[in-house]
């Protein structure tokens, strides 16, 4: 069966204080891993895909890295508008006519104080 | 683009009641899906469709159904409401591009709470 480990499940920053937020994985056959970034009340919005070990992806302050084991989603200098709940989830191979499933993770709290 | 649009936002039952979630997309998307997110149990999947006309159960489907008769619609519904679907409800969209892995786009989510 498909998991998805996020840690910490809460991380409490200064503004400026860099760190990392890690998603590990078990998947028969990665097709892809995915970050999405959750507001209160809100859906979760997609930040990044990545496809096989070694690949990055950035965004402003967000940088996404992938080994086979696990993702990790580093965050430079971060800002109090970078506070969310971040989530992962990989989807394994679809077959056939049926779709790709996603596994989600529980996803980590991220608050960045002014 | 108005992207993944979810009615209503809220809603209140009592047990025993039956309601309809309305998803609809205008991306053009193949495949869409209903999730449900409980506090530490993360994202699961209710029902999904790959096409008009297609419906197949996720993880949790029991008390639920659906129905995809436009491209552009997902409906879930409720037709006894219990307490255990208490949740937020979150829809979603997706395209296979190209052979690519298909991102899934979601709505705003819908609050429900059955007494």
């Given at each position: 069966e498909d998991q998805v480990t996020q840690s910490p499940e809460a991380l409490r920053l200064?503004?400026?204080?860099?760190?990392?937020?890690?998603?590990?994985?078990?998947?028969?056959?990665?097709?892809?891993?995915?970050?999405?970034r959750q507001d209160p009340g809100k859906g979760p919005e997609f930040l990044f895909t990545l496809y096989s070990a070694g690949e990055e992806k950035e965004k402003e302050r967000l940088k996404a890295t992938l080994t086979k084991k696990e993702s990790?989603?580093?965050?430079?200098?971060?800002?109090?508008?970078?506070?969310?709940?971040?989530?992962?989830?990989?989807?394994?191979?679809?077959?056939?006519?049926?779709?790709?499933?996603?596994?989600?993770?529980?996803?980590?709290?991220l608050t960045v104080h002014p | 683009n108005?992207?993944?649009?979810?009615?209503?936002?809220?809603?209140v039952l009592k047990t025993?009641?039956?309601?309809?979630?309305?998803?609809?997309?205008?991306?053009?998307?193949?495949?869409?899906?209903?999730?449900?997110?409980?506090?530490?149990?993360?994202?699961r999947l209710i029902?999904?469709?790959?096409?008009e006309g297609t419906?197949?159960?996720?993880?949790?489907p029991d008390g639920y159904n659906v129905s995809r008769l436009k491209k552009q619609n997902f409906l879930?519904?409720?037709?006894?409401?219990?307490?255990?679907?208490?949740?937020?409800?979150?829809?979603?969209?997706?395209f296979l591009a190209g052979g690519r892995t298909d991102t899934q786009y979601f709505g705003p989510g819908t609050r429900l709470t059955v007494l």
């Open positions: 200064q503004e400026g204080e860099s760190s990392s937020l890690n998603c590990s994985y078990t998947v028969s056959g990665l097709r892809g891993l995915f970050w999405y990790f989603l580093h965050i430079t200098a971060p800002k109090p508008e970078d506070s969310a709940t971040y989530l992962c989830a990989v989807q394994a191979p679809a077959g056939g006519t049926s779709y790709g499933k996603l596994t989600f993770g529980q996803g980590t709290i | 108005a992207g993944v649009t979810q009615t209503p936002k809220f809603r025993g009641q039956s309601m309809t979630l309305l998803c609809a997309q205008d991306m053009n998307h193949e495949y869409m899906y209903w999730y449900r997110q409980d506090p530490g149990m993360g994202l029902h999904y469709s790959v096409g419906t197949a159960k996720g993880e949790v879930l519904g409720l037709e006894s409401a219990a307490p255990s679907q208490t949740s937020v409800y979150f829809c979603a969209s997706s």
